[in-house]
């Protein structure tokens, strides 16, 4: 916690840039990573494999055309293995170079639907990108996992304990649509969200800035829990196929989230002695992209302004889980949108309740990234949304 107390978020840190004297360093994300499965599944397909075809449009419902799903042989530590290669090869440091490794998937499943705890995935990833020096550890925080990872790797390095330590997920999540579709009856169905997931494996490399940089790295990290709300969103055994079947109250969970966020976010701000304009993208999680306009214009009209740019990368992806913050980062950073200097804002409300948020200054990585071409499997660069938002969007 900084010295300046949070007033709302239960635990925060945030650089020595804004409290001096507190941490000896800062820290920066060096590289990003990601795994897409090649299989597309549309939202008309998924639909049309419902049981009991209700009448729902799920695409303008959620914004959603296709999720990618895992095919045979992936899984959810083969993405984030995937992932996690596909960050060093973005990266000036090899796997030896890294002291800590976390793995944050929710659905640690490998070869088919085995949930393996012990020994844990955070083990097999570490060994199959050469990170022999690295301490290793799951963590769970459902969706937001890897921020989460992100706050904990933060901490470890302001206080000079690691250098560098790698974030990583692979989510393969989609079976729970699959087993939705079995039973979703009308739009009023707890399992009606199991329908916006798809697959990824993320990765993200922190490390220290370099001694003498002044600028970029990560301005403030926090996280608060809700437990109140923690039966908002559940899952159990499925009794229809293989993996879970998921319950969520969505509308209570986007209500509660657009109640309790307003106040987070202004001390957030406050910490940093910034103002809601001054970030130039929001990247809130990724669940549907009606929920994502309504919880940013709660946002701004509570905070008086709003941000340069919300991303919405929900079209070609839909919901990833734990690794959705950095799916679109890396979408946005390879197609060359996001300049050095500019802030990005990482969002996450997820089950729990957990409401976190990463704020940080972009700087070198932005260099190792934008082609603006066909890369990584995400197609033209104008294929990709951004909502519009300021005055020239009202």
Known sequence: MTSKQSAHWMTSEGSSQWRPGQA????????????????????????????????????????????????????????????????????????????MVLSCSISRYRSGFRQRFEPPLSLHIKDAIGASNALSFDISNACAGMLTGVFILNDFIRRGEIRRGLVVSGESISQLGVNASKQVRSIFSRQLASLTLGDAGAAVLVERVPDGQDRGG?????????????????????????????????????KVA??????????????????????????????????????????????????????????????????????????????????????VLLLSLASGLEIGVVLLEMDQLVERYGSGTQVGGYGDADDVPVVPVGPAAR
Do not use: W
């Not at 196929?241 to 986007?254: E, L």
């Open 24 to 99: 000896p360093h800062v820290a920066r994300f060096e590289s990003i990573g990601v795994a897409l499965p090649t299989k597309r599944l549309t939202s008309q397909e998924l639909l049309e494999s419902l049981r009991h075809h209700p009448h729902i449009d799920l695409e303008r419902l959620t914004g959603i055309h296709e999720r990618r799903v895992a095919d045979d042989g992936e899984d959810s530590l083969s993405l984030a293995v995937r992932a996690a290669r596909d960050c060093l090869a973005h990266s000036a440091h090899d796997g030896g170079d890294l002291d």
């Open 218 to 254: 990560i301005d403030f990290a926090a996280f608060t829990t809700l437990a109140e709300h923690s039966r908002l969103c559940l899952a159990y055994p499925s009794r229809v196929g293989p993996g879970a079947s998921m319950f969520t109250k969505s509308r209570t969970i986007h």
């Open 258 to 343: 657009i109640e309790d966020a307003p106040p987070l976010m202004r001390d957030a701000l406050e910490q940093t002695g910034l103002r809601f304009e001054d970030i130039d993208y929001l990247i809130p999680h990724q669940t549907s992209s009606r929920a994502i306009r309504k919880g940013v214009a709660e946002l701004s009209a509570q905070l008086g302004a709003m941000p340069k740019h919300v991303v919405d990368n929900l079209e070609r992806f839909g919901n990833t889980s734990s690794t959705t913050h950095f799916v679109a980062l890396h979408r946005y950073l390879e197609e060359g949108r996001i300049r050095p200097g500019e802030r």
